[in-house]
């Protein structure tokens, strides 16, 4: 369905009915119109066209994109809910790795508006199973998935990684592989480009949640000048503020120790793994935090992955 909204979308682009087609998009993104989250999020995936991005085909210059959307009322209004709603709302309502695939999506338009003051997240309620839900609960869903997101994402791209690693350093070794009969290389050579095919798609999305993690952690204005602190307040509640910790303690680690050799692959490139800028997130988060006492708090509380040189040995890294 996407693909046919991108083409209503590419039609009106010389006409003068961009502006309507905007409102009834980002309408169509409220769970009161579409109970759908599949649509929704399809929907949004659609809207991509709006934003400026390295992939985009669009001809249309992108001042023109721009100012569509950040002139659009109803955008401005309720954009930032429906992303924060579809994010949240999709979790049950797709395929497990469809999920990540929508909320890549989800990612490049939040990150667009994010810094955007113009941009609400307007205090709206909604109605779940006859009671009303505010934004403040919605955030807090969205926030604890979005962890558990990074968590998950994380995990299983550096595994892969590991993985990859063991199969090349098969291959290097002349004598070993040589003894391999020609149907189990071909199974393992197989087996090597699924792996690096689901840690590209892994690194990808890894890196763009804990991007998102960065970016809203920022001493900054986000949508509708929400402050800083109401924003990352959210993030170190005692429900979710251990996971947070426990999950940057531990991938800070993984990625500075002396054992990270064992995700240094072939060709970083070819699986989109890029230590250096997701170790920057990571280290950003932790900067952005600084102040907020419960993250500092819980930090030395991690008995599985902080220990006292931690931070030490990050540094040169940095």
């Not at 994010?87 to 469809?98: L, Q, R």
Request: glycine share 2%.
């Amino acid at each position: 369905m996407s693909d046919i909204l991108r083409r209503v979308i590419w039609r009106t682009f010389l006409s003068d009915n961009l502006d309507h087609v905007i409102s009834f998009l980002v309408m169509y993104c409220n769970k009161t119109w579409v109970p759908n989250p599949h649509t929704r999020a399809e929907i949004v995936e659609a809207m991509t066209v709006f934003i400026p991005n390295e992939r985009s085909k669009s001809t249309t210059p992108t001042a023109n994109r721009e100012v569509a959307l950040c002139a659009n009322v109803i955008a401005k209004e309720r954009l930032g809910t429906a992303l924060v709603s579809v994010f949240v709302d999709i979790e049950h309502a797709a395929p497990f790795d469809h999920k990540f695939q929508y909320r890549y999506h989800i990612f490049e338009i939040l990150q667009y508006i994010w810094p955007r003051p113009s941009f609400n997240l307007p205090k709206l309620t909604f109605e779940v199973k006859g009671r009303e839900e505010d934004t403040t609960v919605l955030f807090t869903k969205f926030i604890k998935l979005l962890m558990n997101d990074a968590n998950f994402l994380l995990d299983e791209a550096l595994h892969n990684l590991e993985e990859i690693k063991k199969l090349q350093m098969l291959q290097e070794d002349g004598e070993e592989w040589g003894q391999l009969d020609e149907p189990t290389r071909q199974s393992k050579l197989k087996t090597l480009a699924e792996l690096k095919r689901m840690c590209t798609s892994h690194n990808l999305l890894a890196y763009e949640t804990v991007n998102c993690i960065r970016y809203m952690t920022t001493r900054s204005q986000g949508m509708g000048g929400a402050s800083h602190k109401s924003v990352t307040y959210a993030f170190v509640t005692p429900l979710l503020v251990d996971t947070l910790v426990t999950m940057l303690n531990y991938y800070l680690k993984e990625l500075v120790s002396t054992s990270q050799t064992k995700y240094r692959v072939r060709n970083l490139e070819e699986v989109k793994f890029n230590p250096g800028a997701l170790l920057q997130a990571i280290v950003a988060i932790y900067i952005n935090l600084r102040h907020e006492e419960m993250f500092i708090c819980a930090i030395p509380r991690d008995g599985r992955s902080y220990h006292a040189t931690l931070f030490s040995e990050t540094a040169p890294h940095w």
